[in-house]
């Protein structure tokens, strides 16, 4: 109950500081109740950002079980998406890159790299390995770790009235045209196997978080 209600206050849009005195009024308890299950906020601030984490990691899963037997370029796109959508709700971004302290921040930065971005890895590691992907893999992890970083904390979206799932859609299409060739192909890729190869935009396929 703690930790969930921290997790409500902690993440609430436009929140920047939340006080054990803001906790200990939403919970109609006293601090020295909640520092009897946590010795201090940042021992707190942890317990819920495992939480988080743990969610983020559930819709991944299911986000990689329901594009099995997918197209590969299918595969990557529901996976970025449902990371981008993840880390977005979280403020995953924003809590690396200053807020909390310094602590807190690196914990951030390596539940992000073991939840998100390894397993961005393996995934291209897999169609370099099928030979889908030209490029080395790990040029491509490189470049789609950068754009979404990026993206989280952009005010692009904003600026071009899209959402950041649009602008993360375009982002993956853009990062991958011409990447991607179809598994059957024993011969250079011509334009039009190009443009059948690229990740379906949401023109051609609707795809929930």
Request: hydrophobic share 40%; net charge neutral; aromatic share 6%.
């Amino acid at each position: 109950m703690i930790v969930e209600a921290a997790g409500r206050l902690f993440f609430a849009p436009g929140s920047v500081r939340v006080s054990m005195d803001d906790l200990a009024r939403e919970l109609g308890m006293s601090k020295k109740t909640i520092y009897r299950h946590f010795p201090d906020k940042r021992s707190l601030l942890a317990a819920v950002l495992d939480r988080q984490f743990a969610a983020v990691e559930r819709t991944l899963t299911a986000a990689a079980q329901d594009a099995q037997g997918q197209p590969f370029g299918v595969r990557v796109q529901r996976f970025l998406l449902a990371a981008g959508s993840e880390l977005g709700r979280i403020g995953a971004a924003q809590l690396a890159a200053g807020r909390g302290d310094a602590m807190l921040r690196q914990y951030v930065e390596q539940r992000v790299d073991t939840v998100v971005y390894r397993r961005l890895d393996e995934l291209f590691r897999d169609g370099h390995r099928q030979g889908l992907l030209p490029a080395p893999p790990e040029l491509l992890s490189e470049i789609t770790r950068g754009a979404l970083e990026r993206l989280l904390t952009s005010q692009l979206p904003r600026e071009l009235d899209r959402t950041a799932a649009d602008l993360l859609r375009a982002t993956v299409d853009t990062v991958l045209y011409g990447a991607i060739r179809p598994a059957h192909s024993g011969h250079p890729v011509t334009g039009d196997e190009q443009l059948e190869a690229v990740i379906p935009t949401a023109r051609d396929e609707e795809v929930g978080p």
